[in-house]
């Protein structure tokens, strides 16, 4: 009985530890922050929404999303919306350190997020909606109108919904007006305002949120460890590269390795270069808003320097190749936003070079094909030589270290010089006196 008895024990323990086993663990519960600081596009947006689901996951007492950004776009900004108010755990958004802003989309995610809080020498605000056609000129009337009425909805939505201040986020859409920290605490927009990170976690411990759907929830932060999430090195490295103006340089330095290979081919370096900048440029195409006129222009500028090789066309190809990378170079990237469009500075001597570049290879294309061959038949039309004999019309010539059957349509006599004109397939050579 006793062995038995043991031998039940032992099971039951076993069976239990296999249970706590096989149960999914559950995170110690903490305060997390990750921070946006660029502007708002697909890279950020995947940041943002990656880190409220492993907040949920790890049953997080508040996620702060630490802003400073100038805006962005607006598909990036509603899908980071749209995530902050469904989180099952609590979001603040906090624009920081001091000299920070959340202007234009970060201004509709600070609206949207449980608590809005600003550092010290901060400003959030306008959110006008700016945009640009295909053609790279600005919207029409009726639909600048369309997405203004559309973002203004949008923004008040969010305010009524989070308890702020409808009038005067409809105002920063509308009037694209600005605040100070100390405005949009008064003014009710923003819920306080915390010197550092610690300091809004002290002022949160203990506050009551509603949250979007109406539910209430207390805040216990008191004592919870603060972690910070920075971004994977995946999305540390293609927001590198969707920087625009690296984009840009990718791309121009792709296309100028491809045109190296195809000039010269079997150099294989500038081609495997070119190759690898030129996917890298098309992948932060990818993020970025493209005008596809601008890509175009710019192929258009390689294909008229590489006719100038074979229309003869007194510069007027390179020139309109020129012209075309300068303009295709600034309608390249599509934004409203300066900090998502390359550099002016940047791209007039990027585009300047590189057409200078090609132009200089195609000169030394053009003064390979018009000067003359020193080898084989052709090579030797126009050498000098001496008639070993008289030429009525055919004789002897001496020319380039070998002794020719030649011919000649004017009498030539022994010992006079002449120069090769011709050279026939029977390897007979026509010539005519030196000087004539």
């Not at 929404?49 to 805006?71: H, W």
């Not at 920070?100 to 306008?126: E, K």
């Not at 639909?143 to 203004?152: F, G, I, L, R």
């Not at 340089?249 to 491809?258: N, Q, Y």
Request: proline share 5%; charged share 20%.
């Amino acid at each position: 009985m006793i062995s038995s008895y043991n031998e039940l024990a032992v099971s039951q323990r076993i069976r239990a530890l296999f249970l706590v086993l096989s149960m999914p663990a559950i995170a110690a519960a903490d305060v997390r922050k990750i921070t946006v600081n660029a502007p708002i596009h697909p890279i950020t947006s995947e940041y943002v929404v990656g880190a409220i689901r492993a907040a949920e996951k790890a049953n997080a007492r508040l996620l702060i999303i630490g802003l400073n950004t100038p805006g962005g776009l607006d598909t990036s900004m509603r899908e980071i919306i749209e995530a902050v108010v469904n989180a099952k755990v609590p979001v603040a958004a906090y624009v920081s350190p001091s000299g920070a802003r959340a202007a234009s989309a970060g201004f509709f995610i600070g609206v949207a997020c449980d608590v809005f809080a600003m550092a010290p020498g901060t400003n959030t605000g306008a959110a006008h909606p700016v945009g640009i056609s295909l053609t790279g000129q600005t919207m029409d009337k009726t639909m600048e109108d369309k997405v203004t009425h559309d973002a203004a909805s949008y923004i008040k939505t969010l305010a009524e919904k989070r308890g702020r201040n409808v009038s005067m986020a409809e105002d920063a859409v509308r009037k694209s007006l600005s605040y100070t920290e100390e405005e949009a605490l008064k003014g009710g927009v923003i819920d306080l305002i915390a010197k550092n990170d610690r300091d809004l976690v002290e002022r949160l411990d203990g506050k009551v949120l509603r949250r979007f759907d109406g539910a209430e929830t207390t805040l216990a932060l008191a004592g919870e460890p603060f972690i910070e999430v920075p971004m994977s090195f995946r999305q540390r490295f293609l927001l590198t590269i969707s920087n625009p103006n690296l984009a840009y340089i990718l791309l121009m330095i792709g296309l100028l390795g491809l045109y190296f290979e195809f000039a010269n081919p079997g150099a294989v370096l500038p081609g495997v270069l070119g190759g690898i900048s030129l996917l890298l440029a098309v992948f932060a195409f990818q993020i970025l808003p493209i005008n596809y006129v601008g890509l175009l222009l710019i192929l258009l500028a390689i294909a008229l320097f590489v006719l100038e090789v074979k229309v003869h066309s007194y510069g007027m190809l390179s020139v309109g190749g020129i012209v075309a990378m300068l303009i295709g170079s600034m309608m390249l990237i599509d934004s409203p936003v300066p900090e998502l469009r390359p550099s002016l500075r940047l791209i007039v001597p990027v585009a300047a070079g590189i057409s200078l570049v090609c132009i200089f290879l195609v000169a030394l294309v053009i003064r390979a094909q018009a000067r003359r061959a020193v080898t084989g038949r052709e090579g030797m039309v126009g050498e000098v030589g001496t008639a070993r004999t008289d030429l009525t019309p055919s004789g002897k010539v001496f020319v380039h270290g070998e002794l020719w059957q030649a011919e000649s349509d004017q009498p030539v006599r022994m010992g006079e010089r002449v120069r090769v004109v011709e050279v026939e397939k029977s390897l007979k050579i026509k010539v005519k006196k030196e000087g004539l």
